[in-house]
């Protein structure tokens, strides 16, 4: 009798071929930028934590910020305000930040017009990670 098509043993050598390439291929290709990907998410995370917790100051407060939000750019650090009672602690960048030469990476300043912007400053692949006015 003729034989036609693949046996099922065979199908299970090709699948498994094809598992081990894909494997392979998903590792080699840039784990680098994954990985920057991925900081850079982390810091998508703590802008919007820190722009959210702000404005919850503001009004709080009567639309007023926290001391430390001007119109200069202010390390996130120096807004005391904000810990505990909004933040439970200061968010630190995955690379650049430095809890003990209080500099977080993360920078907040407002508008002349009043508008408040959150910033990563240390963001990868030349992305900007931002909220708010900038």
Same mark, same amino acid.
């Given at each position: 009798m003729k034989k036609e098509g693949l046996t099922i043993i065979?199908?299970?050598?090709?699948?498994?071929?094809?598992?081990?390439?894909?494997?392979?291929?998903l590792i080699t290709v840039s784990p680098?930028?994954?990985?920057?990907?991925?900081?850079?998410?982390?810091?998508?995370?703590?802008v919007e934590a820190i722009y959210a917790n702000i404005k919850q100051y503001a009004?709080?407060?009567?639309?007023?910020?926290?001391?430390?939000?001007?119109e200069t750019e202010t390390d996130i650090t120096g807004c005391d305000e904000l810990v505990p009672t909004y933040l439970a602690n200061f968010p630190m960048d995955p690379i650049c930040g430095d809890e003990t030469a %209080?500099?977080? !990476?993360?920078?907040?300043?407002?508008?002349? /017009? %009043?508008?408040? !912007?959150?910033?990563?400053?240390?963001?990868? /692949?030349?992305?900007?990670?931002?909220?708010g006015f900038w």
């Amino acid at each position: 009798m003729k034989k036609e098509g693949l046996t099922i043993i065979e199908l299970i050598v090709v699948i498994g071929l094809m598992a081990v390439l894909a494997t392979v291929i998903l590792i080699t290709v840039s784990p680098a930028e994954r990985l920057a990907r991925a900081r850079n998410e982390a810091r998508e995370r703590d802008v919007e934590a820190i722009y959210a917790n702000i404005k919850q100051y503001a009004f709080q407060h009567g639309g007023a910020f926290p001391e430390c939000v001007t119109e200069t750019e202010t390390d996130i650090t120096g807004c005391d305000e904000l810990v505990p009672t909004y933040l439970a602690n200061f968010p630190m960048d995955p690379i650049c930040g430095d809890e003990t030469a %209080g500099d977080s !990476g993360y920078y907040v300043k407002r508008s002349p /017009e %009043g508008e408040l !912007g959150v910033k990563a400053v240390c963001a990868e /692949e030349e992305k900007e990670v931002v909220k708010g006015f900038w």
